[in-house]
Nanobody, 124 residues
Framework: QVQLVESGGGLVQAGGSLRLSCAAS????????MGWFRQAPGKERKFVAA????????YYADSAKGRFTVSRDNAKNTVYLQMNGLKPEDTGVYYC?????????????????WGQGTQVTVSS
């Protein structure tokens, strides 16, 4: 079994920054993709960014490009999402997830394990 624990959410003013962390524990894998998704109230969960553990290839939603940076520390089994220039539309619960497949990392249906989420609220 795999456990994912997100942290770093909070309340921030528009234009501010937050850094989310996702620590993985339990079963280990030789390689995997880790993604970040956002779910706004009453909306479906949407892809934000993803990174491949080995090699570090990254993928971003158009809304995140140029503002967000996903990175990982394999020694700590932790992935980060640095969010700069936050906007009110970035508000939502942010979930991290692990995908054992390394394709389609923007598709939430292909992820195998999910964290409980951390709330991010951006005020205008």
């Amino acid at each position: 079994q795999v456990q994912l624990v997100e942290s770093g959410g909070g309340l921030v003013q528009a234009g501010g920054s937050l850094r989310l962390s996702c620590a993985a524990s339990g079963r280990t894998f030789s390689n995997y993709g880790m993604g970040w998704f956002r779910q706004a109230p009453g909306k479906e969960r949407k892809f934000v960014a993803a990174i491949v553990a080995a090699g570090g290839s990254t993928y971003y939603a158009d809304s995140a490009k140029g503002r967000f940076t996903v990175s990982r520390d394999n020694a700590k089994n932790t992935v980060y999402l640095q969010m700069n220039g936050l906007k009110p539309e970035d508000t939502g619960v942010y979930y991290c997830a692990i995908a054992l497949r390394l394709y389609g990392l923007d598709r939430k249906g292909l992820y195998d394990y999910w964290g409980q989420g951390t709330q991010v609220t951006v005020s205008s």
